[in-house]
């Protein structure tokens, strides 16, 4: 009988097999082998597409004439720098007694393109080839991983949507940098001062580009509307609180084009007027409204790598980039799941057999004691009922949540990365915990036919937020705009006013205010409106239910963003985070808009996305993805050819640099 081969993506993990499979394993030049078994790894991508040169050496001069480049076999090398790992694991992979290759790449589109490239490059044949597809690196996921192998023709799908989505790259990336270089480099080139410019450009990280100076165009045209509202400030027996006037029905006020919006003016020389006419009333007001209800705020959906991404920067102002390999980390290390996924819910399985991951973090000493409710109440049975387990929201993966295993190698992990540890677990034990409840109080009086409006908000019970922090607190700061919560005392003298109750009004005041312009991205932001398809959705329930295919994936967000920031078309400000183009970002923009105007289109860069899903599906052919593929850059570049937009183009660059006086020389 001959021996199994397993192959991984990094030497750290082949050492987790090697270790799982308990075998009596001796080290060799590049693997690790024993009697039975073979571990070997990869170490990241071994094997490239060549680049437009090796198919024919005109290609090697950018020239209009070779335009559009869509070749009909795509052509793949050995990198270079990795040729010796990929000469070992070329030969393991072909040696005679070897009968069967476990493949144990990351469980995903990359990995599993990573492991086909190799298999391609070292014409393997007659070998029996299982996928090992695991969620964590703990020894009992890797042999459940092994035990419940699939045969890899399983995966063919996810294997063709991986290879189309390199060539969709590496073709976008080709034809449109070329065609947009030859047609516009020197123009920018003349116009920055510089000897020349090539323009990158590539199906998401242009679109990406667009994104970021539309946010830029927005702010910078946005005029400030100042307004004035009206304050009435109220005494009830000693409980003294505001209220604010709007121009509501009955109102003097009502449809009045003096307005700015229902509860403010646009000048100042009105809301004195308001206030002058109702400071010759008795100034007694009358409750027409009082509304108290409860309000329950329910844990947060669990991580995935977008939200953990967001929440870093938000807290930790560190950058997608940094936050992905802080959790790549936790992972190769077993204290996270995989980490590489766009879901925030479990499967049915996991949730079964989640008091494993519960017992393993009664040693992890920060949240230790938030366990005993958990074990008390018996909160974790049952998980399965909950929004926070759903099968068929799941593709690959399910949501990040710690292993419970692992805990000693905390104590290796950066201080940053234990605090992005410490997230994830609250994040976790947070779904064992109940809502957090609110006593919501409503009040509406009315003087003079004028109504006045007043609401506030106390924590009642704190749920899960024990686990969590209170927002606002600094254990678990937030950006939550909650509203007025006044203190204890305060809130129990006005829940006791009741409908009918007069009031006296002590006095009015004015409170300027201004609208404010759109908010520039920052890093976190960024990677959610790259999953939300260019949308910023703020509001987390609402982004749960539009989930569907975005801009990139969960794996290649980051590395795009900073890939833009690299080359200088994108500026992050490492302290806050906040993204903003620069010129030559700009520049860059203007002239994709005046050719290839649908390249910054992210509902189109999200379709594209789509229809790679539909590939891994089986929905659609890759014959199909590739025939739409090659007519989409065919059109386009041709396009590009036939375009004189020279001197529009200047009046977009003249208009745009002064905003970068001290960077255009």
């Not at 045969?151 to 065609?179: H, Q, T, V």
């Not at 919501?440 to 009315?446: F, G, N, P, T």
């Not at 891994?616 to 004189?644: C, D, P, W």
Request: proline fraction near 4%; hydrophobic fraction near 35%.
């Amino acid at each position: 009988m001959g021996k199994s081969l397993y192959i991984a993506e990094k030497p750290s993990v082949a050492q987790e097999f090697a270790k799982a499979l308990k075998q009596n394993m001796k080290r060799r030049d590049g693997w690790l082998e024993s009697d039975e078994s073979i571990v070997t790894w990869c170490v990241g991508h071994l094997v490239t597409m060549s680049y437009p040169e090796a198919y024919d050496p005109k290609y090697k001069k950018w020239s209009l004439s070779t335009l559009p480049f869509l070749p009909k076999e795509f052509k793949y090398e050995v990198i270079p720098n990795v040729k010796k790992q990929f000469d070992i694991v070329s030969g393991l992979l072909n040696r005679k007694d070897v009968d069967t290759i476990y493949v144990c790449t990351d469980s995903g589109r990359e990995g599993e393109y990573i492991y086909r490239l190799v298999e391609q490059m070292a014409k393997v044949k007659g070998k029996t080839r299982k996928r090992v597809w695991i969620d964590s690196q703990t020894e009992e996921e890797i042999l459940r991983g092994i035990r419940e192998a699939k045969d890899l023709s399983a995966y063919d799908n996810l294997s063709a949507s991986a290879y189309l989505r390199a060539k969709e790259d590496y073709l976008m990336g080709i034809n449109f940098s070329r065609i947009l270089t030859l047609k516009y480099g020197n123009s920018i080139a003349g116009f920055l001062h510089k000897n020349f410019v090539v323009l990158s450009a590539g199906r998401v990280m242009t679109c990406v580009l667009g994104m970021v100076v539309r946010r830029e165009r927005e702010i910078r045209e946005f005029v400030k509307t100042p307004f004035y509202r009206v304050l009435a400030n109220m005494d009830a027996d000693g409980a003294a609180f505001q209220g604010e006037w709007k121009a509501v029905k009955g109102s003097r006020y009502e449809m009045s084009p003096k307005l700015y919006r229902e509860n403010g003016f646009k000048d100042r020389e009105t809301a004195q007027e308001l206030i002058d006419e109702l400071m010759d009333s008795d100034r007694m007001g009358a409750l027409v409204s009082v509304e108290k209800k409860k309000e329950k705020k329910n844990p947060p959906l669990l991580f995935n790598l977008a939200e953990l991404q967001n929440e870093c920067s938000k807290r930790f102002k560190i950058s997608p980039d940094e936050t992905l390999r802080i959790v790549q980390e936790l992972y190769e290390k077993k204290l996270v799941t995989y980490p590489r996924t766009d879901a925030r819910v479990l499967s049915t399985a996991v949730a079964k057999e989640i008091h494993k991951n519960l017992n393993g973090l009664a040693k992890y000493e920060p949240t230790a004691e938030l366990l005993g409710f958990i074990a008390r109440e018996r909160t974790h049975k049952g998980l399965e009922k909950t929004r926070y387990v759903n099968d068929s929201q799941i593709t690959d993966h399910y949501a990040i949540i710690p292993t419970g295993q692992g805990l000693p190698a905390l104590k290796s992990v950066s201080a940053t990365g234990a605090k992005v540890y410490d997230l994830i677990v609250r994040r976790f034990l947070s779904i064992f915990y109940p809502p957090a409840v609110y006593q919501k109080l409503s009040l509406e009086m009315v003087l003079e036919g004028e109504h006045f409006f007043s609401g506030f908000k106390i924590l009642t019970e704190e749920g899960f937020y024990k686990v969590t922090g209170i927002p606002g607190n600094k254990k678990g700061k937030s950006e939550e705009d909650e509203e007025t919560v006044p203190d204890a005392e305060l809130f129990a003298r006005i829940q006791k006013l009741k409908k009918g109750d007069r009031i006296p009004v002590k006095g009015f005041e004015i409170k300027e205010g201004e609208t404010s312009p759109p908010k520039r991205y920052n890093s976190g932001s960024m990677i959610l409106a790259m999953e939300n398809a260019g949308q910023l959705i703020e509001d987390e329930e609402l982004r749960a239910q539009i989930k569907g295919s975005g801009i990139g994936t969960s794996a290649t967000r980051a590395e795009i963003l900073k890939k833009l920031i690299h080359i200088k078309y994108l500026s992050l400000n490492k302290k806050t985070q906040v993204i903003t183009p620069t010129l030559m970002g700009e520049l860059i923009y203007d002239a994709v808009d005046h050719s290839i105007r649908s390249l910054l289109n992210p509902e189109l860069t999200a379709s594209w996305e789509k229809g790679l899903t539909l590939v891994a599906e089986g929905q659609i052919t890759s014959e199909e993805y590739m025939q739409k593929l090659e007519h989409f850059i065919a059109v386009r570049t041709n396009g590009v050819v036939g375009l004189n937009n020279q001197y529009q183009l200047k009046a977009c660059y003249d208009k745009v640099s002064p905003y970068y006086k001290s960077m255009k020389k």
